[in-house]
């Protein structure tokens, strides 16, 4: 399975845009990056996916290396609702499709 | 739209007692559930993914005769914990995907305390 290293945790001051890295040097040519973010003690959120282009929503943008080594997401205009955890995760290309889960990154929106 | 939902929200129950968590898709047919476990400042923990109408499969290290899993049809999974200990307390969270490789939501998560 193809593994992700983000930092730990960020900080970023509200109504700035806030660029979460992620790297996954590992990743196969048919594997999705995917974003969700955790909010303590609720589910994950869906925020954005994507394979090889740059995806944006009404979220976030995904900016992904052209060699998909890499990626970064970024929250255009931070709010104090958007401190949370974010998970980067490759999803694995097999017939399980699983979300394997790493540690993420807290991002803390500063008033 | 994509919207999964969980019941009960939370759950105390005495030790040796089962716990059963629903999970539900409620606009939209899911074929594959997944079901996660998170301990406190951890990550989640994929425990086993569940088709409609056929047998869970496990994650290494899961005891499938003690949580039981049950995908009856395309909108309600459920996870049983049987005969819960102390150590089953735990955030227990599920997922739904419409189709195999499409998007994963989730539902907002059960917490099971068990005394």
């Known amino acids: 399975d193809a593994k992700t290293t983000q930092p730990t945790s960020m900080d970023c001051a509200e109504g700035r845009a806030a660029n979460l890295p992620c790297n996954h040097s590992?990743?196969?040519?048919?594997?999705?990056v995917y974003w969700y973010r955790q909010i303590h003690s609720q589910g994950p959120q869906y925020i954005i996916h994507?394979?090889?282009n740059n995806e944006t929503n009404e979220m976030a943008s995904l900016i992904i290396t052209e060699d998909r080594k890499s990626s970064t997401l970024i929250l255009p205009h931070a709010t104090l609702r958007d401190t949370a955890v974010y998970y980067c995760?490759?999803?694995?290309?097999?017939?399980?499709?699983?979300?394997?889960f790493g540690t993420g990154t807290l991002l803390a929106v500063q008033p | 739209g994509a919207v999964v939902s969980q019941h009960p929200s939370w759950v105390i129950c005495k030790s040796g007692t089962s716990v059963k968590i629903e999970c539900r898709s409620l606009?939209?047919?899911?074929?594959?559930m997944f079901w996660y476990r998170q301990f406190p400042k951890q990550s989640l923990m994929l425990m086993a993914t569940?088709?409609?109408?056929?047998?869970?499969?496990?994650e290494q290290g899961v005891e499938k005769d003690k949580f039981l899993i049950n995908h009856a049809s395309l909108t309600l999974s459920t996870l049983t914990v049987t005969s819960a200990h102390p150590e089953d307390s735990s955030f227990y969270i599920c997922?739904?995907?419409?189709?195999?490789?499409?998007?994963?939501?989730f539902g907002p998560g059960t917490r099971l305390l068990v005394l």
């Open positions: 995760i490759v999803r694995v290309a097999d017939a399980t499709n699983k979300l394997i």
């Open positions: 997922s739904a995907e419409a189709d195999r490789g499409e998007t994963q939501y």
């Open positions: 606009d939209f047919q899911a074929t594959t």
């Open positions: 994507g394979l090889k």
């Open positions: 569940s088709n409609e109408g056929s047998k869970a499969t496990y």
């Open positions: 590992t990743i196969s040519g048919n594997e999705y």
